[in-house]
Nanobody, 121 residues
Framework: QVQLVESGGGWVQAGGSLRLSCAAS??????SGWFRQAPGKERESVAV???????YLADSVKGRFTVSRDNAENTVYLQMNRLKPEDTAAYYC?????????????????WGQGTQVTVSS
């Protein structure tokens, strides 16, 4: 059974940093994604890390966020720097690619429970 467990969310002032972790069990991380969802908004892609190690970052976070993977720990990370109030959302990791569009929530089978990030101005 595949399980993804996110951690590292919390409250931070604008300009601060957080590091989210997503630990997997029951599978070996290959291509995976980070998404976020703010209240009343659709879930949106934040970052993708392919099995090759290549990465994608949404324009809204480029230059501030980085995505990485530790194969030995079977964990993916989302380092978030220079956080803004508009980054406030529940953040989810996902894996188990089912579609071609890695920036679409429909492209993944397995999801974590999410971790809340709140950025105050």
């Amino acid at each position: 059974q595949v399980q993804l467990v996110e951690s590292g969310g919390g409250w931070v002032q604008a300009g601060g940093s957080l590091r989210l972790s997503c630990a997997a069990s029951g599978c070996i991380f290959s291509t995976s994604g980070w998404f976020r969802q703010a209240p009343g908004k659709e879930r949106e892609s934040v970052a993708v890390i392919r099995w090759t190690g290549t990465t994608y970052l949404a324009d809204s976070v480029k230059g501030r966020f980085t995505v990485s993977r530790d194969n030995a720990e079977n964990t993916v990370y989302l380092q978030m720097n220079r956080l803004k109030p508009e980054d406030t959302a529940a953040y989810y990791c996902a894996t188990g690619v089912t579609g071609r569009d890695l920036t679409s929530p429909a492209g993944y089978s397995y999801w974590g429970q999410g971790t809340q990030v709140t950025v105050s101005s």
